[in-house]
């Protein structure tokens, strides 16, 4: 049950939005282009991050570069 308390985990890195253009999904509500967010945890292929709403959210990595 580790995504009970990710708010909460110690940040992993810090990484750069690049964009926020999605295909399927509306993120430019959730991501700014330019802000750098905190990582919390990482897979593969997504970044579980705080966004703009202040909760826990999990975006691929293409929306971001490393800082």
């Known amino acids: 049950m580790i ?4 708010e909460n985990r110690e940040t992993i890195k810090q990484i750069k939005c690049v964009h926020a253009n999605a295909k399927k999904f509306i993120v ?7 802000k750098v967010y905190d990582v919390k945890n990482e897979t593969e292929e997504f ?10 959210a999990g975006f691929r990595k293409d929306y971001f570069e490393e800082c």
């Open 28 to 34: 430019d509500r959730k991501l700014t282009p330019g």
């Open 3 to 6: 995504h009970k308390n990710w």
């Open 47 to 56: 970044y579980f991050i705080i966004d703009n709403s202040d909760r826990i």
